[in-house]
């Protein structure tokens, strides 16, 4: 079963670029698109990014997303980081008609 | 407001059931898929169970299959989640949320389930 993995946590300042990272297990990430979702505490997800790089309507552009094949991985890369973005961020694609989720990474902005 | 809003969660014994509602509101209900995604305590997301625009096809993950059951009225703008034969691992949050190709753009506040 194809599956994805997050490190479990990253810490940064505020201002600076974070990029947190997914990798595809047993299958090609680039099989199918991948989405990341921002949960702050006590809150329900939202979405940031979907078909690997857009942005829904209103997540400003300091949030962006990638693929890279050569290391199976995937990566979101948040620039000028703010207090509000500290939250847990999640990869997720598809195994077939299954939704697939990492693992999640804690993004700490201090 | 667009939004979709769950209820039904609560406190159930081992080996009991529940039935998550999810309403919808201010959009048409009819064009988007519905997922349910949990949250257990201290962990991450799962995705539990997804529907599509008529209710034709319905997928669920393997640790629900056989135990949950989506369904869908769009005359009334809801999604259902029957859980029956729940176990303390169901434990969790649990939302609903409306998709339409990949994009998931409207979700719900969430609903707890506590099983104990």
């Known amino acids: 079963n194809f599956m994805l993995t997050q490190t479990h946590s990253v810490s940064e300042s505020p201002g600076k670029t974070v990029t947190i990272s997914c990798s595809g297990r047993s299958g090609s990430i680039a099989s199918n698109y991948v989405q990341w979702y921002q949960q702050r505490p006590g809150s329900a997800p939202t979405t940031v990014i979907y078909e690997n790089n857009q942005r829904p309507s209103g997540v400003p552009d300091r949030f962006s997303g990638s693929i890279d094949r050569s290391s199976n991985s995937a990566s979101l890369t948040i620039s000028g980081l703010k207090t509000e973005d500290e939250a847990d961020y999640y990869c997720?694609?598809?195994?077939?008609?299954?939704?697939?989720f990492g693992g999640g990474t804690k993004l700490t902005v201090l | 407001e667009v939004q979709v809003v769950e209820s039904g969660g609560g406190l159930v014994k081992p080996g009991g059931s529940l039935r998550l509602s999810c309403a919808a509101s201010a959009f048409t209900f009819s064009s988007y898929s519905v997922i349910w995604v949990r949250r257990f305590p201290g962990k991450g997301l799962e995705w539990v169970s997804s529907?599509?625009?008529?209710?034709?096809?319905?997928h669920y993950a393997d640790s629900v299959k056989g135990r949950f059951s989506i369904s869908r009225d769009n005359a009334k703008n809801s999604v259902y989640l029957q859980m029956d034969s729940l176990r303390a691992d169901d434990t969790a949050v649990y939302y609903c949320a409306r998709t339409s190709g990949y994009l998931t753009d409207v979700w719900g506040q969430g609903t707890t389930v506590t099983v104990s």
């Open positions: 997720q694609s598809f195994d077939l008609n299954n939704w697939v």
């Open positions: 529907t599509s625009t008529t209710g034709t096809y319905k």
